[in-house]
């Protein structure tokens, strides 16, 4: 396959980055990659979709992985995945002697394995510097769901239009869902039986990365599962915490012991972002120490600091998360080439093993299986009104190309992007009831 064929047939069908921001497939393709990266770490506490679907869909997957590698002139394509996921390593290599350009790599069972700078460092031993992206490494990072949507464009042209999630938590069957885009979150949930405590939280990802959600948030591209907690779960109330009561705390409680900056993922390979120091500039007003503020640009959100490390019970992450958006808002970028050191000496006596994590978050009770029903699930009873987001990816929002009272077929264009972004397709026959600048409705046919 030609390399501007398989560019434009990903950004055609609409493939994003399935499990992180975002981030449209199509514009990760460079030839000036040597190695491609599949990401099945999965280390989120509670994922369970992409172990499921490179088991179910292993010859599949493989297959798009290699066509990917050698369109793009790759030497080789390496699939890091945690050595715990047993089963679908055994599918794997029931597989992978078919390709000669493939490798397994096994990783540790630990957090965050899956952020693409660590997973980068683990399988191939190579420091993405500060500010860059994998390419300048000469590395692309796709996870196990996107490459499978690169599978299903390749050979049969078909669009995004459905999602896997998982449900998890207080509900009484935790299970793995293929579903529509659109689908109300409330819905998903009642696939699974519904909530099993009054007055619930949902959380959209995960315990560490995910974010409060209303119930009737829709699915889109990105969502990888729903996290039922009860009100008073501590993940819950520390995700709820107002920013101002984060900067109170910081003020009263900081004792600078450096707990967030000696975990912290990225510091330990060398970045130079050191939340100690961001929490002692937040603490005075966040206008003496300039270089701490504007290394927290390098953090990745993995939420180590806030909900692991910190013995006081302080938020650095979400604090870097809020200050990190409003600078953006303002146009203010970090250096270009910021100083940058060498791997931490003591990085592997750091990590943090996932049974801990998951001990410490206090979700252990909801770590049970939640098995992968892959038949596409049918709403059209439950739900009269689909609800299609129009910035489900890193970019511009899609624009419609589909007018109120238009009627649509399933996979039919609803909405496009000239510039970097993803096209969006109808998941289901139907009439479009209502348009604005964030969504469409689609009224679907029974």
Partial sequence: MQFTELSGLMKECGIVGAGGAGFPSYAKLSEKADTIILNCAECEPLFRLHRQLLMTYAEEILSALDTVRETVGAKKAIIGIKAAYSETVEELNEHIGAFK?????????VYPAGDEIVLIYETTGKVVKPGQLPISEGVIV???????????????????????????GEVENPQTYKVPL?????????????????????????????????????????????????????????????SKVNIYRAMSACCQCRMCTDMCSRNLLGHPIEPHLFMRAAAKGMTKDVTAMMNSMYCSQCGICS??????GLSPSMLIGEFRNEIRKRGIKPEKEPKFSEVDEHRKYRTIPMERLVSRLGISKYDVEAPLDDSPQDFSKAVKTLKIMLSQHIGQPAKAVVSVGDTVKKFEKLASCEGLGAEIHSPADGVVKEITEKYILLDIKR
């Fill in 101 to 109: 350009n493939i490798e397994i790599s096994l990783l540790p069972e």
């Fill in 142 to 168: 796709y996870n196990v769901e996107t490459m499978l949507n690169i599978h299903f464009a390749i050979k049969e042209k078909t669009p995004v239009c459905y999602k896997y999630v998982t449900v998890a």
């Fill in 182 to 242: 659109g689908v109300p979150l409330k819905k998903v949930v009642e696939l699974s039986g519904g909530e099993t405590v009054k007055d619930c939280v949902y959380l959209s990802g995960g315990a560490m990365t995910g974010r409060v959600a209303n119930k009737n948030d829709v699915v889109t591209k990105t969502t990888n599962a729903i996290l039922v907690l009860p009100q008073n779960h501590p993940v819950v109330m520390k995700k709820k915490t107002n």
């Fill in 307 to 312: 909900m692991y490390a910190c013995h006081q």
